[in-house]
């Protein structure tokens, strides 16, 4: 298992960050479906994404996991939500020529979205603390086939130089151990980087060897320019 809680961080942003987004850039990076949304739905790593909370608030059934909800973390992570979301938006501006202004008009409007996530998601925290478990990958606290789908964005991959090779194989078929039908992980490619994370081919031949099919698929949204695709993984070959 990989201790990963005080990381290096990769591309200069420094600690790993827990980001805001919302139910609007979910349903693009994983190219959600109106039924996708009425299934049984893990989010991990959730982070301080709203995308529980307006799932949840449209009668859905949305877990969140994090590492960071440990040890009354989830309080924690309500509390430097939009703070962490300054933190983010300050690295994009510093590189606002790296980024795809098409889903986010600007820096200002990409601000704007991650604050009204993060402020959705303190909301439900408190309300409704049950929906955010901790977990600390590559192991999860959930039965087989808990969730018919389970969605993780901008960890795997992302953070290529602080998780290793082995952590991405283990995580991933953890992830696949609880999902009935499908996983989908998003992007593809380390934070900073504008290329593929470079493993990733031998990663899905692994995978293959351990009875999961995994394909590449494009997705409409692109904000990392190159970072539109996601992997879709199921059981079987
Ligand atoms: C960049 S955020 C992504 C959050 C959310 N998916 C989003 O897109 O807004 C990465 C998250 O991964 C969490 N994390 C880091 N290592 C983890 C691990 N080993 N297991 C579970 N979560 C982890 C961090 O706490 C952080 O909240």
């Not at 789908?149 to 078929?173: C, R």
């Not at 953890?174 to 990733?200: C, D, I, K, N, Q």
Request: hydrophobic fraction near 40%; proline fraction near 4%; include cysteine.
């Amino acid at each position: 298992m990989v201790d990963n809680h005080t990381s290096t961080g990769t591309g200069g942003l420094g600690e790993i960050l827990v980001s805001s987004r919302s139910l609007a850039e979910y349903q693009a990076m994983f190219a959600l479906t109106e039924d996708d949304l009425g299934r049984r739905i893990l989010d991990c790593p959730g982070g301080a994404a709203g995308f529980t909370a307006e799932v949840s608030g449209r009668g859905g059934d949305v877990t969140a996991c994090d590492i960071a909800y440990f040890d009354d973390g989830l309080e924690r992570v309500a509390a430097t939500a939009v703070a962490e979301a300054d933190r983010g938006n300050r690295y994009i501006r510093e590189r606002a020529d790296a980024y795809r202004w098409t889903f986010f008009a600007d820096p200002d409007d990409h601000q704007r979205a991650r604050h009204r996530s993060a402020q959705q998601f303190v909301a439900h925290t408190r309300t409704s603390p049950q929906h955010y478990i901790p977990a600390r990958l590559p192991a999860l606290p959930f039965p087989d086939n808990s969730f018919d789908l389970v969605l993780s964005s901008h960890l795997l991959f992302s953070y290529a130089d602080d998780l290793d090779y082995d952590f991405h194989l283990q995580a991933i078929t953890e992830l696949t151990r609880v999902a009935v039908a499908e996983v989908r992980l998003f992007p593809l490619m380390p934070v900073g980087s504008s290329v593929r994370y470079p493993r990733l081919e031998e990663l899905m031949d692994e995978l293959s060897r351990w009875g999961i099919r995994s394909r590449i698929m494009k997705v409409d949204y692109e904000f990392q320019i190159g970072g539109d695709e996601m992997l879709v993984c199921r059981i079987g070959r």
